[in-house]
């Protein structure tokens, strides 16, 4: 079935280092791929999307092009902050039943230092 | 606007009762889940309403109930607790269907003993 798999974490970084977190994922057809960010006791929040191949998604000074060919949306930023440090899940639409739903990752958690 | 929220936000139960979970969106969205998060797991989805007066099941939806009271409010039903139910519930919502952003609550953190 269609599946996510994410770098496992915890990954720390000193701030103003740069960030990749890797996502690969299984889906038959083509699916719409996202990242969401949730803060310290916090829900989910959407941080970025792309609905088609070679698509790129920005938010915040992050980025992730959904590459078909090595079937990967990687989430990168070039400079981090404290304020970043949070569980990062990368996630794809699964189409079964009447709707599609989300599939998420099992979340990469970023600390951040000064 | 209040987005998406959720009573209560902890709760402690033991093995056996029964409790409910409740959730709401101002959004005027068609679409509602239930979520659940244990450490490692990522998010599992229980069971999810396309719209108004339907449910379907999820990935991991036994022992569990859910009602679409309305367009607004969507809750989720523990009838008899177990310990392997403890973890933290999220309730989301979207326009339409998982290519629209889902919004999410901030969670209900459940223990049960």
């Known amino acids: 079935g269609d599946s996510v798999t994410q770098m496992e974490g915890p990954v720390t970084l000193s701030e103003e280092a740069c960030l990749t977190i890797?996502?690969?994922?299984?889906?038959?057809?083509?699916?719409?791929l996202f990242w969401y960010v949730q803060y310290p006791g916090e829900g989910l929040q959407l941080l970025l999307k792309a609905t088609k191949a070679d698509d790129k998604g920005s938010n915040k000074g992050f980025e992730a092009t959904y590459r078909k060919e090595t079937t990967s949306f990687h989430l990168e930023k070039g400079s981090v902050q404290v304020s970043d440090s949070a569980v990062y899940f990368c996630?794809?639409?699964?189409?079964?039943?009447?709707?599609?739903?989300?599939?998420f990752g099992k979340g990469t958690k970023l600390s951040v230092k000064p | 606007n209040a987005g998406v929220t959720q009573t209560p936000k902890f709760q402690v139960l033991k093995t056996g009762q029964s409790m409910t979970l409740q959730c709401a969106q101002d959004?005027?969205?068609?679409?509602m889940y239930w979520y659940r998060q244990d450490p490692g797991m990522g998010l599992r989805l229980i069971y999810y309403s396309a719209s108004e007066g339907t449910t379907d099941k999820g990935e991991v939806p036994n022992g569990y109930n859910v009602s679409r009271l309305n367009k607004r409010e969507f809750s989720l039903r523990l009838e008899s607790a177990a310990p392997s139910q403890t973890s933290v519930y999220f309730c989301?919502?979207?326009?339409?269907?998982?290519?629209?952003?889902?919004?999410f609550g901030p969670g209900t953190r459940l223990t049960v003993l």
């Open positions: 989301a919502s979207s326009l339409m269907g998982s290519d629209n952003e889902q919004f």
């Open positions: 959004m005027n969205h068609n679409s």
């Open positions: 890797n996502c690969t994922y299984t889906a038959t057809g083509y699916p719409s």
């Open positions: 996630a794809l639409t699964y189409y079964g039943g009447s709707q599609g739903n989300l599939i």
